[in-house]
């Protein structure tokens, strides 16, 4: 059974004549990473903010574990890293987090704890002002993960890394999420959500226009078939495999059916006389599709049966 741990229903905040966000309602699942994806401006922060309590909605509502945000147990349970961490730079990273979890009446060992998870314990004595930029944000993951809660919210986590540190917060991530936390991250780097994410929401322009696993976004896999001529190609591929399977993509066409039909695909050809300069498997990317949904044109395609614009 799946406990959806994070739900909206409707929320929305407006600044002035902007609607920022706009009837967002997503749901975040107990033990999952949940990629909260969308370009420049689309309104991630500000919902995670409204989910975190820092932002008023104008309308709609959000519950985490059930209760409001702000809220004693929403705040025991949720950890947050949105914009940046703020820490003093002059203190080492332990006793950054050390003033963090005296105020919130936390165990000696929390800290030391958190510093472990993050991969900081030997640099922890380290002042902050010291720190790489990654480290940076590992520190605020571990601030973020004080006191063990049971969900994450992390605003853009490699937002600013090299790839190196990028792959490290990944594997961090991971590593979380392996060990019992469910995670929400915001993220427009596509191929970082489509690697750690299990479901997606996708945000434009304050809207979110699909919820779903990637693999759904994504649409599974299809075949690319470039033939000559390619219009009876076409043609001859839909009287075996149905109509609306086939699309055109570029100079080849796109056929959205198991790879594993692919021998029957190049006999059919060969048998009408068509040549078939290639078959392969082809899989969309969360690129792709993204691409697709938010700008109205994909750098791939979009086949009927596939489109992803839905919300499960
Ligand atoms: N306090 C505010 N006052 C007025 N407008 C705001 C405020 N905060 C956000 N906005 C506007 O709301 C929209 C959504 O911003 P938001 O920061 O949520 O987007 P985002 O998806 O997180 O973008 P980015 O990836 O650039 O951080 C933007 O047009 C932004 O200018």
Known sequence: ????????????????????????????????????LGPNGAGKTTTLRMLTGLVRPTSGTATLFGCTPGDSTVAARTGVLIEGPGFFPYLSGRDNLRVLSRYRRLPDDAVQSALHRVGLRDRGHDRFRTYSL????RLGVAAALLGEPDLLILDEPT?????????????????????????????????????????????????????STVAELRGGTSLLVRADPRERAATVLEELLGRGVV???GDALAVAVSPELAPKVARVLVDAGIDLHELSRRERSLEDVFFAMTSGSSPGDRTASNDPRRVS
């Open 159 to 211: 937002n600013g890394l090299d790839p190196a540190g990028m792959a490290e917060m990944r594997e961090l991530i991971v590593e979380l999420a392996n060990s019992g936390h469910s995670v929400m991250l915001s993220s427009h780097m596509l191929s970082e959500v489509q690697e750690i994410c299990d479901r997606v929401g996708v945000i434009s322009r304050g809207e979110l226009i699909a919820q």
């Open 247 to 249: 699309d055109t993509v």
């Open 1 to 36: 059974m799946t406990s959806d741990i994070v739900v909206t229903d409707k929320l929305t905040k407006r600044y002035g004549e902007h609607t920022a966000v706009d009837a967002v309602s997503l749901t975040v699942r107990a033990g999952e990473v949940y990629g909260f």
């Open 134 to 137: 990654g480290m940076k944000q």
